[in-house]
T-cell receptor
Framework: QKEVEQNSGPLSVPEGAIASLNCTYS??????FFWYRQYSGKSPELIMF????GDKEDGRFTAQLNKASQYVSLLIRDSQPSDSATYLC????????????FGDGTTLTVKP | GAGVSQSPRYKVAKRGQDVALRCDPI?????LFWYQQALGQGPEFLTY????????KSGLPSDRFFAERPEGSVSTLKIQRTQQEDSAVYLC???????????FGEGSRLTVL
């Protein structure tokens, strides 16, 4: 079992729909969680981070964290074709915060 | 520019050659990280620095891999006697702190023939 797991997809949604991306992690002590977006051929860029249980909203993006279930998700509302990318979940190690473990990403396609 | 700069962007090496990949972080970022990303996979941790100190090198695949950051700014990842399995994109990232957001460079794509 990988330390950070994501549905590989591809996930396809129509323009304007809600895209739901999921991530589970194995390190129960993990305290912070990051979502990065990676366009094809480009480097990852931060979308959101979350530290506390519950929801965190930033524009069309909402991150949800449930530490008891070791589950973090990213919701994208009113999806746009420009949201088409691979979304990476990253979890810094509880014992070594400089070492982040990334999932393999979920590839999202938003169809016009 | 103000972002993380990596060079070369593309490198083709014959098996057995040595390569050096350079990373110039964002000014003022004390933390610098190296990740390896294979096609279709997420970035895999290699090593990280706090200023000039290499605090963790547990992700380096073998003793052929070596990283340094002698003055706490520019870093170099060196791969000796390259093998085909070393082919990947090598991403450098910097951050204000060890626990903060990672700002990635565009990566160096290494192809070993």
């Amino acid at each position: 079992q990988k330390e950070v797991e994501q549905n590989s997809g591809p996930l396809s949604v129509p323009e304007g729909a809600i895209a739901s991306l999921n991530c589970t992690y194995s390190d129960r002590g993990s305290q912070s969680f990051f979502w990065y977006r990676q366009y094809s051929g480009k480097s990852p860029e931060l979308i959101m981070f979350i530290y506390s249980n519950g929801d965190k909203e930033d524009g069309r993006f909402t991150a949800q964290l449930n530490k008891a279930s070791q589950y973090v998700s990213l919701l994208i509302r009113d999806s746009q074709p420009s949201d088409s990318a691979t979304y990476l979940c990253a979890v810094p190690s509880y014992t070594n915060a400089g070492k982040s473990t990334f999932g393999d990403g979920t590839t999202l396609t938003v169809k016009p | 520019g103000a972002g993380v700069s990596q060079s070369p962007r593309y490198k083709v090496a014959k098996r057995g050659q040595d390569v050096a990949l350079r990373c110039d972080p964002i000014s003022g970022h004390v933390s610098l990280f190296w990740y390896q990303q294979a096609l279709g996979q997420g970035p895999e941790f290699l090593t990280y620095f706090q200023n000039e100190a290499q605090l963790d090198k547990s992700g380096l695949p073998s003793d052929r891999f070596f990283a340094e950051r002698p003055e706490g700014s520019v870093s170099t990842l060196k791969i000796q006697r390259t093998q085909q399995e070393d082919s990947a994109v090598y991403l450098c990232a910097s951050s204000f702190s060890v626990t903060g957001e990672l700002f990635f460079g565009e990566g160096s794509r290494l192809t070993v023939l």
